[in-house]
């Protein structure tokens, strides 16, 4: 049961997490583009692009941290990307 949650439903919502960062960057890049002559909306659209940024940052930092711990433990049964674990075999 627990796998099949992290397969159908935490695996997909970090994946639109990281869109909407993504998104909500781009949305800041857009933002700082087209009001080059309001010096307030420079201002919000550089803010979106940072917490767009620091957003993306997180994400990838744990996701890099958590496949750092498993292979430093040597834990080959848990696949984070796919959501997927093995059984253990005893």
């Keep these: 049961f627990i796998a099949n949650v992290d397969s159908m439903i935490i695996n997909p919502l970090i994946g639109l997490l990281f869109a909407l960062a993504v998104v909500y960057f781009l949305y800041g890049v857009f933002e ?21 940024i620091i957003g993306i940052t ?14 430093t433990l040597g834990i080959n049964y848990i696949h984070p990307e796919t959501g997927q674990v093995d059984k253990l075999s005893q």
């Design 58 to 71: 997180i994400m990838m930092g744990v996701f890099m941290i958590m496949n750092i711990l498993l292979t």
């Design 32 to 52: 700082f583009l087209m009001n080059q002559e309001n010096e307030e909306k420079k201002t919000t659209g550089k803010q979106h692009m940072l917490w767009g």
